[in-house]
């Protein structure tokens, strides 16, 4: 079976590798010129661990090819799309543009017994619209015409090659009839090694399908704001956060997962996710149902605002003339991606207060510097640190969760730390004469 991807970012590029280590012949088409040089030059374009080393292992067998002209991926049997779905400017529904781009491209190179596997996540109903569309525009016998499925995403940056090779579960969704029942054979092969391995495959309508993701996401944000939530209420009256969510997380229907209190969620899926589906939620005339993500948000962003208030406390009630080290850039650690990152929110805003900003991470400066070339960057964490007036742990990284609060004492100017994480042991801190803070706990 020969399989196309269409799309070779963080999603794709994975997809494409981790398929091709499975045997399939696969090619990957992508716009972005130096993205598909860099990859056929087996040069990952981005930073993903355990990536560049499945990437060396498939580009030696000569299944995966990179290219940018949809021609190539005329004869595969199945095509993944994988193109990015942001937040629409000026709106908090989705840009699908980057969809329907690569359709309108991929039609006309569609075999009539192709299937089409949406992986991008998309508001409910655009598999439909696509099914639709390629419906409208088929030259050839109205009986055989390429199926619509949807496929989505559950990867998680930082885990992404693990997550796609052995995820928790496959969600397929079908068109109803004999095309939907071909199409889902046809997933359940493309899948055979995952399903030997006893990993849920759910075929379902392409509506839930659709919605699983949005759904998880929403829930994943909930689950986040819930705790942050419960951080402002600790910090009104001197609870600590961290112990309440260890206490909650041994219930097992609440679980301690994802009940880290901290400065939020950020990345390039769960914002504008939870944004496009309460957007998708009004105009199918049910945004009531959701209206509870607003707050979901507004709690998220509600923790930058008080990252920036407690970092300006430690220095005296103003950044002016103050150096600030942030600690972190990346959204999330294990991963280069910057979009919508809390840290670099929280280090742009205290650069707008007029603070002398030098932001640090070991994979994401350069996205960084990309999205906010104002800032200061500074390769070397020692040199970060060098002369700080206070230091902002903003990305969880494994190096910082490791510094040793003695050292660092002699880099800085003043030992004053925020620990946007709440994952530095802040006793261990203060006991080597910091001013420490956690977010949500006094004493932490
Ligand atoms: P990304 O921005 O890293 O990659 C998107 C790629 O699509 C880019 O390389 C871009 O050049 C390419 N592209 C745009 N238009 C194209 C076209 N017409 N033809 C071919 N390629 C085109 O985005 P991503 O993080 O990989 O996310 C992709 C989708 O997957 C999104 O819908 C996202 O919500 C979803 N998703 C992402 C993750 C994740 O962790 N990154 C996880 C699950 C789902």
């Known amino acids: 079976m020969k399989l196309s991807v269409i799309g070779a970012g963080y999603l794709g590029a994975v997809h494409a590798a981790a398929m091709a280590s499975l045997g399939f012949d696969v090619v990957a088409v992508d716009v972005d010129a130096d993205r598909i040089g860099r990859l056929r030059d087996g040069a990952a374009p981005f930073y993903e661990p355990g990536f560049d080393a499945l990437l060396a292992d498939v580009m030696a067998t000569g299944r995966l090819t990179w290219s940018l002209d949809y021609a190539d991926l005329a004869d595969a049997d199945v095509h993944f799309l994988c ?78 090659v693990e997550d796609t090779l052995r995820p928790d579960r496959i969600v397929v969704g079908v068109p109803d009839g004999p095309a939907g029942e071909r199409a889902a054979a046809v997933m359940r092969e493309v899948y055979a090694t995952q399903v030997a391995a006893s ?57 301690r997962k994802f009940l880290g209190a901290g400065v939020g969620f950020g990345g390039g899926c769960l914002p504008k996710d939870i944004r496009a589906f309460s957007a998708r939620a009004g105009e199918l005339g049910v945004d009531q149902a959701l209206t509870f993500l607003r707050e979901v948000d507004d709690i998220n962003s ?57 932001v640090h991470d070991p994979k994401a400066l350069a996205n960084a510097e990309a999205r906010f070339p104002s800032l200061r960057y500074e390769p070397d964490l020692r040199a970060a640190l060098g002369g700080a007036d206070v230091v902002l742990l903003l990305t969880e990284w494994q190096e910082y969760r490791d ?7 002699e880099w800085v100017a003043g030992p004053r730390l925020l620990d946007g994480r709440n994952v530095l ?10 001013s420490f803070r956690g977010m949500g706990r006094e004493h932490g």
Not at 124 to 144: K, L, N, P
Not at 323 to 351: E, M, Q, T
């Open 83 to 160: 193109v990015g779905t942001p937040q629409r400017r000026g709106s908090h529904a989705a840009d699908l543009r980057y969809v329907w781009d690569a359709v309108e491209a991929l039609i006309p190179h569609l075999r009539p017994d192709a299937v089409l596997a949406g992986k991008s996540t998309v508001p409910v109903g655009t598999a439909a619209a696509i099914a639709d569309r390629i419906a409208r525009t088929w030259q050839g016998d109205s009986d055989h015409i390429p199926v619509v499925v949807w496929n989505p995403e559950f990867l998680r940056e930082g885990f992404a």
């Open 302 to 358: 509600r923790r930058r605002d008080r990252a920036v208030e407690t970092a300006r406390d430690l220095v005296g009630g103003s950044f002016r003339g103050r150096r600030v080290c942030v600690l972190g850039a990346a959204f999330k650690p294990n991963s280069d991606d910057v979009r919508d990152s809390p840290a670099l929110d929280i280090a742009a805003r205290i650069h707008n207060e007029g603070g002398q900003v030098v």
């Open 199 to 255: 990993i849920p495959l759910l075929v379902t309508d392409r509506p839930t399908a659709e919605l699983v993701k949005v759904a998880a996401n929403a829930f994943l944000a909930t689950k986040i704001s819930f705790i942050n939530a419960m951080a402002e209420v600790c910090e009104a009256t001197g609870a600590d956060v961290v112990t309440l969510a260890d206490a909650i997380g041994y219930d097992a229907r609440i679980g």
């Open 425 to 434: 042991d802040g006793a261990a801190w203060r006991a080597a004469g910091w």
């Open 403 to 409: 510094l040793d609060p003695v050292a660092v004492a």
